[in-house]
């Protein structure tokens, strides 16, 4: 019973996240002005009925009821990626505010990676964001110590690759100085190797081994190793 209720509140956070991520990322929009949603490409004010999350892309087939203009698949993997980890997620966590970290942290790296992927640039909001779930995460799981140790590691190594290899862009730096919070060495270790991995393994698919035309934003990779990492700690 309690998942139908966390899926639900996940799909309507999924739903702020994709607002956070086109105000965040559109000249002259701030999270409170317009107070009201807007179609990107018309500009007409949408009703509750456009605003409902996962339904109304199925009902409008994906498009705007006004202009008719493609909305984004993002907006719906947002919404169902949310609402999948936070229904699950309720079922094998038991402590409230564990749980809630868990969520935080997962939103803000979902909200972080579509950002990238569609703009290359990541907001310093998400990053505060990150950090606040990911210390509150480090205080219920172990202690702040073991999670500072971890974040400082993983700051520093990440600042070298960024200073000496081009590639990785600084947003991925403080992306993992704030998950390190969350991890111990271990776990970060893990975390990068995953990340790493999956990120070859996409170049070698996606590109053939060629060199892509374009930067591949890398907080995607980063973040499902830092999930990776984080779930391991839940189990000790
Ligand atoms: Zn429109």
Redesign the pocket.
């Known amino acids: 019973m309690w998942y139908i209720l966390a899926f639900v509140f996940g799909a309507i956070i999924g739903s702020f996240l994709n607002a956070v991520i086109y105000r965040l990322s559109a000249e002259g929009l701030t999270l409170w002005d317009p107070p009201y949603s807007i179609?990107p490409?018309?500009k007409?004010r949408l009703s509750w009925k456009d605003n409902i999350p996962l339904l109304s892309y199925i009902i409008l087939k994906g498009k705007?009821r006004?202009?008719g203009?493609k909305i984004p698949i993002r907006y719906f993997l947002v919404e169902l990626f949310n609402a999948s980890f936070y229904a699950i997620t309720i079922i094998f966590i038991k402590d409230f505010v564990l749980l809630i970290s868990l969520w935080g942290i997962f939103s803000s790296l979902l909200a972080i990676s579509f950002m990238d992927i569609e703009t290359f640039s990541i907001h310093d909001s998400l990053i505060i964001s990150l950090l606040i779930f990911s210390l509150l995460f480090s205080y219920k799981i172990h202690n702040l110590f073991y999670g500072s140790i971890a974040a400082l590691a993983g700051f520093l190594l990440f600042i070298v690759l960024y200073k000496f290899k081009k590639g990785l862009g600084f947003g991925d730096v403080l992306l993992i100085g704030a998950a390190g919070f969350s991890m111990d060495m271990v776990k970060l270790n893990i975390a990068i190797l995953v990340a790493a991995v999956i990120g070859i393994i996409y170049s070698l698919v996606a590109f053939k081994g060629y060199k892509p035309k374009k930067a591949i934003p890398f907080t995607p990779f980063l973040s499902v190793g830092i999930m990776v990492g984080i779930i391991l700690m839940l189990r000790r």
Request: charged content about 0%.
């Open positions: 179609c490409v018309c007409h705007c006004y202009c203009a």
